[in-house]
């Protein structure tokens, strides 16, 4: 019963990290996608929206 139950938290645990996983990497590869076509419209906007200094 104990090695059951052991194994049923372990599934969760790794289950719980792929999943977080898998939704850390929707969330980086939209926001990147997002950055790529604003800086292909405009670029002096996404240099304001990551804080882009320059040469200034």
């Known amino acids: 019963m104990f090695t059951q139950v052991l194994g049923f938290f372990i599934f969760l645990f790794i289950f719980g990290m792929g999943f ?3 939704i850390f990497l929707g969330l980086f590869v ?3 996608l997002t950055l790529l076509a ?3 419209i405009n670029p002096k906007l ?3 929206m990551i804080g ?3 040469d200034n």
């Open 30 to 32: 939209g926001y990147w």
């Open 46 to 48: 996404a240099h304001k």
């Open 38 to 40: 604003v800086e292909s």
């Open 20 to 22: 977080s996983m898998l």
């Open 52 to 54: 882009y200094k320059g």
